[in-house]
């Protein structure tokens, strides 16, 4: 770890010695919940001995990814535990016992099958330093463990549950860490921004947070899933409590197989399923989001060219984009079109609906990625603003080194941003090179 220098918070949880690094300090990988596998999660019990929050949290099962691999830095080092539910809180090292902070409580993406909350790309360094305010990185369950199941002989929307026994735990002792538990953000991109949208109509989350900022999410593969979800659970069949992981996602490569015959939905088959606790019937989603828009303030947007970022991952299509002509059609005939039906077109709607129910939302839309080459708001092109710092983001594909110092000053701006609305559920900032606003 950076520091051996602790300080520790007394909470209802128990004590937490958390890590001390400069401006920073960190409480990781603290349990929030605990569950068997298929259960459903139950509140951790208090900690009689202190815990000493020196360990990240653990990622959950998963498959390695082509996309990852060739994104990111490799994550090979990371330990893998189907008992994740844990999160890391990080504050300013200076926060006083009696500060009420903003605190803004991150769920990472991954198409509900990838990633984990203590990945170095979520660092919140930056943004605590900067906005003074407390970042919860939550890691909870995936893929067949966490977001598929028939209901009857196991769970569905585990993953879900696990997040809203989080946000319980974040209630209940936050203020140990200089929180204020009234003013509780939750935001996410991708598939945690869907999660996040889904939280709000999920039984047994309302008043746990305030503000939501949905980035990206991909609310266009939302509906009409029930029919995939069935013949996926076919083709997961009977996994055991003590079925070997290397078992279960044999089986959840079969289950998303089979998912993408089903067309666009396929894209992303792991996800929440309506009908199954904690959610509404899917019938009666839209009735459940306009219950809930006068207690929760939304900031929700996606990038222009959102599925830019897979164009280089299909052999056929990253040869059409080395030329220059063609790639100026690709990007007109198939990136921008599949980037409104499955972010765009449904996150304004989703804030229109919200605001004819009466709650208060702004539409962002993310122009450019983070470098100095013009190139479009591909999908993750608003994390290395947002969290994970230099050493997280320079070398990968997604910052050239040379591009940090327009990362670093587009990103301080679009944190105050952030925070900002975590503060006021409000963006007054102006329209940029990088953000355009539509505050209805």
């Not at 690094?21 to 459903?40: L, W």
């Not at 709607?349 to 479009?376: I, N, W």
């Amino acid at each position: 770890m950076p520091s051996t220098d602790t300080r520790s918070f007394d909470t209802p949880a128990g004590t937490i010695e958390a890590v001390v690094d400069g401006e920073v300090t960190r409480a990781f990988g603290i349990p929030y919940a605990q569950a068997e596998r298929f259960a459903p999660p139950t509140p951790q019990p208090p900690s009689t001995e202190p815990f000493r929050a020196d360990t990240p949290a653990p990622v959950p099962p998963q498959p390695s990814a082509l996309i990852v691999d060739q994104l990111l830095p490799s994550m090979d080092h990371l330990r893998v535990d189907e008992h994740c539910q844990r999160l890391t809180i990080t504050v300013p090292t200076d926060v006083r016992p009696d500060e009420r902070l903003p605190v803004m409580v991150w769920v990472h993406g991954g198409s509900y099958v990838l990633g984990g909350g203590d990945l170095p790309i979520h660092d919140a360094h930056d943004l605590v330093t900067e906005q003074r305010v407390v970042v919860v990185t939550v890691t909870y369950r995936l893929g067949v463990l966490g977001f598929l199941g028939d209901g009857e002989t196991v769970p569905a929307n585990l993953g879900l549950l696990d997040l809203v026994e989080a946000f319980r735990w974040v209630q209940r002792n936050i203020a140990a860490f200089g929180g204020d538990p009234g003013s509780v953000t939750a935001f996410g991109q991708s598939a945690g921004a869907d999660a996040i949208a889904h939280l709000m109509i999920s039984e047994g989350a309302r008043g746990l947070f305030r503000h939501a900022i949905v980035q990206s999410a991909p609310l266009g593969l939302s509906r009409g899933r029930a029919r995939m979800n069935r013949a996926m659970v076919r083709a997961v069949g009977a996994v055991a409590v003590d079925t070997p992981l290397d078992e279960v996602l044999e089986r959840q490569a079969r289950a998303t197989t089979t998912g993408g015959r089903y067309g666009l939905a396929g894209g992303m088959p792991f996800g929440t399923q309506y009908g199954f606790a904690p959610l509404p019937a899917e019938r009666d989603t839209d009735r459940a989001w306009r219950s809930v828009a006068p207690d929760v303030d939304v900031l929700i947007g996606s990038g222009s060219d959102e599925a830019g970022m897979y164009v280089p991952l299909v052999p056929g299509l990253r040869t059409v984009a080395r030329w220059r002509p063609l790639r100026s059609l690709l990007r007109w005939l198939l990136v921008r079109p599949l980037s409104k039906v499955v972010y765009g077109r449904d996150a304004r709607r989703f804030a229109a609906r919200h605001r004819e129910a009466g709650g208060r939302a702004t539409v962002y839309r993310l122009l450019r990625h983070p470098s100095v080459a013009p190139v479009g708001a591909v999908h993750m092109s608003d994390l290395p603003l947002l969290l994970g710092g230099r050493s997280a983001w320079v070398g990968s594909r997604f910052v050239p080194e040379r591009d940090w110092p327009v990362v670093e000053r587009r990103g301080r701006a679009l944190r105050a941003i952030w925070a900002e609305f975590a503060r006021t559920g409000r963006v007054t900032a102006a329209d940029d090179e990088t953000l355009v606003f539509d505050r209805g």
